[in-house]
């Protein structure tokens, strides 16, 4: 969708490129800093709420199989003082003051939430009905409401997602328009078989600090080191993430930003500190990322425990993941992110059944590329 890259070494150069980065960047020596509120930036133009689209896709790596597809559609809040500032339903403003770490009295806090779809298949798309073994159809469709709150330093994030696993998630009909009615793929035939129906209920925690950084972020160069640990708990997944990057540009805002997000699982976030007025409205910005997975469950993978759907593929229980990102903002309106993302093998290839001359084989790793949308307002 986004671009197809070619080549066996494509995540080894990834990695290179993301830990050359990240020696470069640590010949900077973090000063330690005051943090005020008049740092944060509330009152300027350039804060604002978001709408972001993002769609993830893995035909950037020239396949279709494995996770092949997600959205969402996000509204992201302008940041605030305190969560006593923000205006939202008082349940919604209780969960930011009373959770464990976001109601601290140094950052600034915001909220986000928004729908989206994710999507797994098998590699032949021909077979109406997946080998044993095989990766079976599945779909969900979800909501997710996400509390943040934030300064230079760190970012706290508390993430609360509910939805359907099964045909309500609609992939099916996603998919087949997709690949059927705009003639966009080869038509899928084993739908029919997907995962049985189920709610979702999946719960997350993200904590993010700023290992070192260079500290002209208005209208000058400027980088960041970031580490990320981040928690999952649920039937759409249960495990744990540490995310270790760099980011690097011309007038970024500071605050951090990691990976993209898909649906249910993915954090929805806005963890960037509005730039000041005197702010050029233009900003160029790099991202280079490597994270570790531990997966301890996934109704995608492992079967159900909710219904008889006992279905279980041969997987990794960690993996390994490369990003290459860019953004361009336009902060008065809109900003374009674009982002590679390359895993290690997840699924077992040895355990995945062979398929006949021709059709492909089902996908050992959940790379995909994406690309985000913001709509400033």
């Known amino acids: 969708m986004i671009m197809t890259l070619q080549g066996s070494n494509r995540f080894s150069i990834i990695l290179k490129l993301v830990c050359k980065a990240l020696i470069a960047n640590y010949i900077f020596i973090l000063v330690p800093r005051t943090v005020f509120a008049d740092d944060f930036n509330t009152q300027s133009f350039y804060n604002k709420g978001i709408l972001r689209f993002e769609i993830d896709n893995d035909t950037v790596w020239n396949k279709d199989s494995d996770f092949t597809n997600g959205w969402s559609l996000q509204y992201h809040t302008v940041r605030y003082d305190s969560w006593a500032d923000l205006q939202a339903p008082e349940w919604l403003t209780w969960v930011g003051k009373h959770f464990p770490s976001l109601d601290d009295d140094n950052s600034i806090v915001g909220y986000s939430h928004g729908i989206g779809q994710n999507m797994i298949t098998p590699g032949d798309l021909t077979n109406f009905k997946p080998m044993e073994g095989d990766l079976p159809y599945a779909g969900t469709l979800t909501y997710s409401l996400n509390w943040q709150s934030y300064n230079q330093r760190t970012a706290r994030s508390f993430q609360v997602s509910s939805g359907i696993l099964g045909a309500e998630s609609l992939a099916a009909d996603f998919q087949n328009y997709v690949h059927d009615d705009l003639s966009l793929g080869e038509d899928p ?23 070192a950084d260079v500290e002209s972020y208005t209208n ?3 980088g960041q080191v970031f580490l990320a640990p981040m928690v999952y708990f649920g039937n759409l997944i249960t495990g744990v993430d540490l ?49 570790a997975l531990g997966m301890i469950y996934s109704v995608f993978f492992d079967g159900s425990i909710i219904t008889d759907d006992d279905r279980e593929v041969d997987r990794e229980t960690f993996a390994f993941a490369g990003m290459l990102g860019l953004n361009y903002h336009f902060y008065k309106l809109f900003s374009i992110r674009i982002a590679i993302l390359h895993e290690t093998d997840m699924l077992v290839e040895d355990s995945l059944p062979t398929v006949p001359p021709g059709r492909e084989k089902t996908g050992t790793d959940n790379s995909y590329g994406a690309l985000m949308i913001d709509f400033h307002f």
């Open 189 to 211: 035939k084993g739908w029919e078989t997907q995962r049985k129906t189920e709610p979702i209920l999946n719960i997350a925690y993200g904590y993010i600090r700023c290992l």
């Open 243 to 291: 995310a270790l990057g760099v980011r690097f540009g011309w007038n970024i805002q500071e605050g951090f930003r990691i990976f993209p997000a898909p649906p249910g699982y993915g954090f929805f976030l806005n963890t960037l500190i509005p730039k000041p007025e005197i702010a050029s409205p233009h900003g160029l910005e790099l991202i280079l990322s490597c994270k």
């Open 220 to 222: 000058d160069w400027s």
